[in-house]
């Protein structure tokens, strides 16, 4: 794919406007992306010629969402956004941890890429992309913009003081259930070093609901501490009931789909065809999407 100067003037200025949510230094801002602090500072004096690959513009354009068609996702503030949104602004302000664990493709992941691109000092953190011990800390390590190279321990040591030293710092942890033993009572120690300086918000499907109650149950070691400092209860927005849990999964869909559609008249059909179940499960907004894509095509 051929890279127009477009598409590069679009990531480049996402990019500066985001620089005003990062209280660290340029050096560690471009870090974080993995761009070297000479070069940002030519990005900031308007230069992209011949400065990054094309490569790496499109991995840059992912991660600040620029997309390179002219398909665009808008923002719909459905009650599951509305609820992660508070969630992770009650842990920011008041350096507390919460975890939210509910259905999958309901948007969670959308929702807490968007607020760590829009709110100050708040930060994404994939661990199904770094589910060992190092490679999670080290993960942690660059979207702070913190150097993670180095041994291991010192690599850590680094995150927990660049954590305190920031304005009310958030941490979203995603795909929490992904992460391995190890990895996860790490956890536990970045929340002991950073308390009452820094908020912690683990989200995930019910396999991190398993992996949390199992450890609890069978008495393993660090499960019931981090539960603790995570509130002791899991925050979900869709009901339990099923008459409420479809009206729930038809206002969402219909709700992300009013802000997508550019042929309104299409949305009540998709609904539909979502609302239909395949194995129990109601098709989410994942299938919403490409139902919409195809009947764009």
């Not at 127009?4 to 050096?27: C, H, I, M, P, Y």
Request: glycine share 8%.
């Amino acid at each position: 794919m051929e890279l127009t100067n477009e598409f590069r003037q679009k990531v480049l200025a996402k990019l500066l406007d985001g620089r005003k949510n990062f209280s660290g230094t340029d050096g560690q801002y471009a870090r974080s992306y993995q761009i070297h602090k000479s070069v940002y500072s030519q990005l900031k004096g308007g230069k992209i010629e011949g400065l990054l690959t094309d490569p790496k513009w499109l991995v840059l354009g992912q991660r600040l969402g620029v997309i390179t068609n002219a398909r665009q996702w808008n923002v719909a503030r459905t009650a599951v956004f509305e609820v992660i949104e508070k969630q992770v602004m009650f842990c920011k302000e008041h350096s507390k941890g919460r975890i939210f664990v509910d259905d999958s493709a309901i948007g969670k992941t959308f929702t807490a890429k968007y607020l760590s691109r829009t709110l100050k000092n708040c930060f994404y953190v994939d661990a199904s992309q770094a589910k060992g011990r190092q490679q999670f800390i080290r993960l942690i390590a660059r979207v702070l913009g913190v150097e993670d190279r180095g041994r291991y321990v010192d690599v850590k040591q680094d995150v927990k003081y660049y954590l305190s030293i920031l304005e009310k710092p958030v941490v979203i942890i995603d795909e929490a259930g992904d992460l391995e033993y190890l990895a996860f009572m790490d956890i536990k120690e970045l929340w002991n070093a950073t308390e009452g300086v820094c908020g912690w918000y683990m989200m995930g499907a019910d396999g991190l609901r398993a992996k949390i109650d199992r450890g609890i149950v069978a008495q393993k070691v660090g499960f019931r501490e981090i539960f603790s400092r995570l509130s002791d209860a899991y925050g979900s927005a869709v009901p339990v009931e099923r008459t409420e849990k479809l009206e729930f999964y038809k206002k969402l869909i219909t709700d992300v789909l009013m802000a997508n559609a550019t042929d309104k008249s299409v949305v009540p059909a998709i609904v539909r065809k979502c609302m239909v179940q395949h194995g129990g499960n109601i098709g989410g907004l994942r299938r919403a999407e490409s139902l919409l894509i195809l009947e764009n095509s």
